[in-house]
């Protein structure tokens, strides 16, 4: 059986570490490096629905996208059983749980939360929309992707196909008017990235957290934006993960969580 700290360096291989931005928190985060692992969950997120998704049934892992910590935004003070993380690494430690994280990394790598989000949506031709550079086995690295689409004559219809393919609960749509062809996506909240899309001659972004004034612009520049949520556009990797998972480690039993899912409704 492999042990966390090989399962670690696995997906290092797959995602760089080095690949993060400098302000992130990826890798083993929370855990026991040299245990074995013969039960493996895979979730968006470390939440404390997962840790007893993963508790009972007897996982000694989790694989996550978003950092359990994330000290980019508050640093960790204390852990105590009256807070939420606190009580999340509590119970992660006392039950045997590590914790191993894949995040800025796992967004811009080859086969990553992008390209598995571009593929969802069926977009052929894929590019990158931002190019950062290049990972240490020299494939292209960078968030967001490009590509075509056929088959959707306006941006209400293709808005309608994303919602209904990540099985978002609902999205936000500024429809230009403009025929869908060239789309970029950009999972998770790259609102910031619209004018890329724009240099890039697309008509249509999908992205998510978008704020009002991206909407405003977005409309301004004639492109259609989508804002279909965080989790919708970046859940798409968890398949992902759990086949690279069960195509390293052949004897390692590994799934997806089916416990988490989008934390709002829409009315």
Partial sequence: MASVKELESFLFSKAPGELAMDWDNVGLLV?????????????????GDVVDEALEMG???????????????????????DTVQGDILIRMLTGGLSGI???????GVEGGVNDALAQKLGL?????????????????????????????????????FVRDT????????????????????GGGACGGMLSDAAAMGCDTFVT????????????????????????ST??????????????????????TSQRHKEVFSCL
């Fill in 31 to 47: 855990g026991f490096p040299d245990r074995e692992v013969r039960t493996c969950l895979v979730a968006l997120d470390i939440t």
């Fill in 59 to 81: 996982a000694e892992l989790i694989v996550a996208h978003h950092p359990v910590m994330n000290c980019a935004w508050e640093k960790v003070q204390n852990i105590r059983t």
């Fill in 101 to 107: 994280c894949m995040h800025t990394n796992l967004d």
């Fill in 124 to 160: 052929s031709h894929v590019g990158q929309l931002h190019q950062e550079g290049r990972d240490p086995q020299g494939r292209p690295y960078g968030i967001g992707r490009v590509g075509e689409v056929s088959g959707h004559a306006d941006a209400s219809a293709f808005a309608a």
């Fill in 166 to 185: 990540l099985n978002a609960r609902g999205l936000r749509l500024e429809d230009a008017g403009r025929a869908v062809r060239k789309v970029a996506v």
């Fill in 208 to 231: 998510a957290d978008v704020k009002y004034d991206v909407f405003l612009t977005a409309r301004a520049m004639g492109i259609n934006l989508i804002d279909a949520g965080h989790f």
């Fill in 234 to 255: 970046e859940n798409v990797v968890c398949p992902v993960l759990e086949a690279w998972l069960k195509e390293g480690f052949p004897e390692l039993r590994v799934f």
